[in-house]
C-alpha cells in the first residue's frame, strides 16, 4: 500500500508493509518512505523542478536489498508527472523508485541552446537526485542510477551519462533527436564540441569526460521505423549522425560499438515518433537486467 504525504511542499511517499512474527515476537512495521521536497511552480529555463507526481514508490520494493532508482526525462512538451506516470507499471513490476523533474526546453534546432540546456539543467537534475538520495529512509538505493529519456529527454539522458558516465548502471533512448558522440574531433580531425562531441567538456562539467566509465554503460536505443522526417530534426548534426531520427540513433549506436560499448539498436516497425507500450516495455526489460 502506498501512502502519499504533501506537507509544505514536501512530498512524503510510504510503503507500509508488516513482518509476520514469530511465536513470541510483536509485529514490526517496515515503511519505506521518500520524503523530498516538491513544487508547484512552473520550469524555468535552466532551472528544472519536481512536482509531487514526479516521484513514485513502487509498492513492490523490496526493502531488503538495494532499489534501483529509475530517472526518467520527458519530450519537449512533455511533463515530469507524464512521464513517471507511464512508467509506474514497469515500476511496479521491477520494484524501481522513479524521479522525474520537469524541464522547460530552449530550441532544440539550435546547437548553443541545447549546449546551454545541458550546461544548466543537468547539474540540477543531478542536485534533485542527490536530494532524493538522502531523503530515503527503511531502504537503500543502488549506488549507480538508470536513465530513461524520450524525445528531448533522450537527448538529456545521453547527456547525462555522458557527464556523470560513473553513476550510471544503464541507459534507454527512445526517439533522441540528436546524440553527444563520445568524441573529440569530427573525420576531418576538427574539435567537436559540445553538444556535438566531447572536445571541450570540461567547459560546462565538473570533470574530464571518463571515458573508461562511458565505455562500461550498457545503452538501450530505440527509434521508430517511420520516424524518417528530416524536418523534424536540426540540420546541424547532419555530417555527423545523418538527417532522421532513424540515422541518428544507428550513428550513435555504430560510435558507442566501435568505442567497445554495449549497445541495443531497435527500430520498431510501423512506428513513427512516438512512445508506445512496446518501446517502453522493451527498454524497461533492458534497464531491468542491468540493475538486477
Known sequence: MNILHLI?????????AL????????????APTVSVPTTRAAALPGHPVLEANGVYLSANLDPSRPAPLLVALHGFSGSGGGIA????????QYGWLVLAPTMAYRDYFDPSQLRSDAQENLPAVH??????RSGVSGFALQSKLLLYGFSRGAQMADRFS???PAEVAGVATLSAGSYTLPETEDATHRPLLFPFGISDLNAIATAPFDQAAFSRIPFWVGVGGNDTNPADTSRAWDTYEGQTRVERAQ?????????GGSVELHVFGGAGHEET?????????FLARQSA
Do not use: K, N
Request: charged share 10%; hydrophobic share 50%.
Open 85 to 92: 506516470g507511464r512508467l509506474r507499471s514497469c515500476a511496479d
Open 19 to 30: 513482518v509476520v512474527p514469530t511465536p513470541g515476537t510483536a509485529l514490526v512495521p517496515s
Open 8 to 16: 509544505g511542499g514536501w512530498l512524503a511517499i510510504c510503503v507500509l
Open 127 to 132: 542536485a534533485l537526485i542527490d536530494e532524493l
Open 277 to 285: 507500450g512496446s518501446m517502453r516495455l522493451s527498454a524497461c526489460a
Open 162 to 164: 555522458v557527464l556523470y
Open 251 to 259: 550513428a550513435f549506436a555504430t560510435q558507442v560499438q566501435g568505442q
